[in-house]
């Protein structure tokens, strides 16, 4: 048998991404439709209100926040993601903190996020 209270520690400690993919495993594996359920394990143990409007959020701001060691990597990530020449690809990365997407859907956004981090950057979604 599980340990509930240990499960519901994991469960509220999500993040809306992962509460996101969480819904679509139990939709998709298990015909389960946990809608009710996913925006009620967004918010946070502490209550607020800020959790149910995030888990609503669709679109996120890509921020650069430095391009660690492996600058070179990074710049190429950033010119395959925005599509921009190398000039100003090496100039955003080289002012990081930066943003690099603007508005991107979740998909989008977590993509960039990824390939920022494989070449070794540090990223924040907004």
Known sequence: MANIEKLAEE???LTVLE???L???LKEK???EPAAAAVAVAAPAAGGEAAPAEAAK???DV???DPGTQKVA???AVKDITNLGLGEAKALVDGAPKTILEKAKTEDAEEAKKKL???GATVELS
């Open 19 to 21: 509460v996101n993919e």
């Open 117 to 119: 981090e494989e070449a």
């Open 23 to 25: 819904s679509n495993t």
């Open 58 to 60: 669709s679109e996120y």
């Open 11 to 13: 469960l509220v400690g």
């Open 74 to 76: 990074v710049i190429k």
């Open 30 to 32: 298990y015909g389960i």
């Open 63 to 65: 921020i650069l926040k």
